[in-house]
């Protein structure tokens, strides 16, 4: 059974920075895109970032490019988000997700995480 666990959320103040960590395990993953994505209050699941199964792309949302930088450890079932420069607007629950490198970066299909809380106060 495949099984994505987030952790390193919590309460930054702006300005601040957060690492987010996804482990995932149940199936081989060196075939996997990986990356984030997020849902504040009320609103739709959007993308946040990807990285490809070697680790050589990356994608990034326009709001967060510049701020937020992916990554994944060399066994390559972890992934990474080190957030920098957050925003208010960051306050959000960050999903890590999983899918075939045959599925672009940004579509919601794969594997989900239960997500992790961030909140970011101004």
């Known amino acids: 059974q495949v099984q994505l666990v987030e952790s390193g959320g919590g309460w930054m103040q702006a300005g601040g920075s957060l690492t987010l960590s996804c482990a995932a395990s149940g199936r081989t993953f060196n075939d996997y895109t990986m990356g984030w994505f997020r849902q504040a209050p009320g609103e739709e699941r959007e993308f946040v970032a990807a990285i490809s199964a070697g680790g050589g792309n990356t994608r990034y949302a326009d709001s967060v490019k510049g701020r937020f930088t992916i990554s994944r450890g060399s066994a390559k079932n972890t992934a990474f988000l080190q957030m920098n420069s957050l925003q208010p607007e960051d306050t959000a629950v960050y999903y890590c997700?999983?899918?075939?490198?045959?599925?672009?970066?940004?579509?919601?299909?794969?594997?989900w995480g239960q997500g992790t809380q961030v909140t970011v106060s101004s």
């Open positions: 997700n999983a899918k075939s490198s045959i599925i672009t970066f940004t579509s919601p299909q794969g594997y």
